[in-house]
């Protein structure tokens, strides 16, 4: 069972940086699709950006701009780094993760995600 767990929210001044992780376990394999997506409360899941297995990232509008997404293939972990971070930057931010490569779902969603982290709560106070 793949297990995602981030970390590395908090609550920042506006202006400020803040880095997400997202540690994945309960695999052999490198996992062929991954992404970041944020939520507001109440609302849908907005993808962020996406990595798939050989490394290709593509940024959602939601993510264009001011985010940073890597993947460490060793240390099974996919960050987000967040600059210049907003007040409208206050979101739940949330790791995902599919067995499917990224191409196969296009446009990709959440709803294309099987996988997902608890979430980890991002402030920005102005």
């Known amino acids: 069972q793949v297990q995602l767990v981030e970390s590395g929210g908090g609550s920042v001044e506006a202006g400020g940086t803040l880095r997400l992780s997202c540690v994945s376990s309960?695999?052999?394999?490198?996992?062929?699709?991954m992404a970041w997506f944020r939520r507001a409360s109440g609302k849908e899941r907005d993808l962020i950006a996406s990595v798939g297995s050989d490394g290709r990232i593509t940024f959602a509008d939601a993510g264009k701009g001011r985010f940073t997404i890597s993947k460490d293939g060793a240390k099974n972990t996919l960050s987000l780094q967040l600059t210049t971070l907003k007040p409208e930057d206050i979101d739940m931010y949330y790791c995902?993760?599919?067995?499917?490569?990224?191409?196969?779902?296009?446009?990709?969603?959440?709803?294309?995600?099987?996988?997902w982290g608890q979430g980890t709560q991002v402030t920005v106070s102005s």
């Open positions: 309960g695999y052999n394999y490198s996992l062929p699709c």
């Open positions: 995902a993760a599919k067995w499917s490569p990224c191409w196969s779902t296009l446009p990709l969603s959440a709803s294309n995600f099987r996988y």
